[in-house]
C-alpha cells in the first residue's frame, strides 16, 4: 500500500486488513522495485504452486508450507535486493549481503533460495546480464565496456553466462540488435 500520509489509524487499519508493505512516500526507486520483484516472484511461485496443487488450492486448502512464513522471509531479504540494485557493478560479497539482512551466510543462502527459486549467485548474475541487455540495446555500445560496467571483470566469463541465459554470445545479441535497428529506420 502506498500512501502519501502516515497515520497510525491508517497503519492499523493496513495493519487490520492484512497489508503488509505499507509503504509512505517519498520512497526510493531501488526500495519500491525491489519490493515490486518480491511480490511478483511471490505470485510466480504461488500461481505454479496452485497449479499443481489444481482443485485443493482451489478450494481454499492451504497448500504445504507456510506462506506468512515465506513473506516474512521476503520481507527480511528486502535489504539485499535494494543492495544488488545500488550495487551490481562492483564486487557483491554474499557475506556483506547476509550481514544487511541480518544472516548468517549458509542461512542468507537458504531462505534466499527458498523464496527466490535460485541462488543468490544465480540472481546477481541474472541481473547484471538483464543490464547487460539494456545497455547492448543502445546505439554504440561496445560488449567490453558492457561487460565492465554491469560487474563482469573477465569477458569470457561474460560471454559464457550472456550465452548460458540469453541463448546466444553476446556479439550475436548485438549483431541482431543493428540489424533489427536498421530495418526500422528503413
Known amino acids: 500500500m502506498l500512501t502519501v500520509k502516515h497515520s497510525e489509524e491508517l497503519a492499523v487499519w493496513a495493519l487490520r486488513m492484512r497489508v503488509w508493505d505499507y509503504i509512505v512516500l517519498p520512497v526510493k526507486r531501488a526500495d519500491l522495485a525491489a519490493r515490486i520483484a518480491m511480490l511478483v516472484s511471490s505470485r510466480a511461485m504461488s500461481s505454479s504452486r496452485e497449479a ?81 541487455i539494456r545497455m547492448l540495446g543502445h546505439p554504440g555500445a561496445s560488449i567490453t565496456d558492457v561487460a565492465f560496467a554491469v560487474g563482469f571483470n573477465d569477458l569470457s566469463h561474460f560471454a559464457q553466462m550472456f550465452r548460458r541465459y540469453v541463448g546466444i554470445c553476446p556479439s550475436d545479441y548485438l549483431h541482431q ?9 528503413r
Do not use: W
Open 52 to 132: 499443481i496443487l489444481g482443485h485443493e488450492a482451489l478450494a481454499g486448502i492451504a497448500p504445504p508450507g507456510n506462506r506468512s512464513k515465506k513473506a516474512d522471509f521476503g520481507k527480511r531479504l528486502l535489504p539485499a535486493l535494494s543492495y544488488v540494485e545500488e550495487n551490481y557493478s562492483e564486487k557483491v560479497a554474499l557475506g556483506v549481503v547476509a550481514q544487511l539482512c541480518g544472516l548468517g551466510r549458509y542461512q542468507f543462502s537458504r531462505i534466499f533460495k527458498r523464496v527466490h527459486g535460485r541462488t543468490f549467485r544465480e540472481f546477481l548474475i541474472l541481473h547484471r546480464i538483464n543490464k547487460a
Open 177 to 185: 540488435m543493428k540489424t533489427v535497428s536498421q530495418a526500422r529506420v
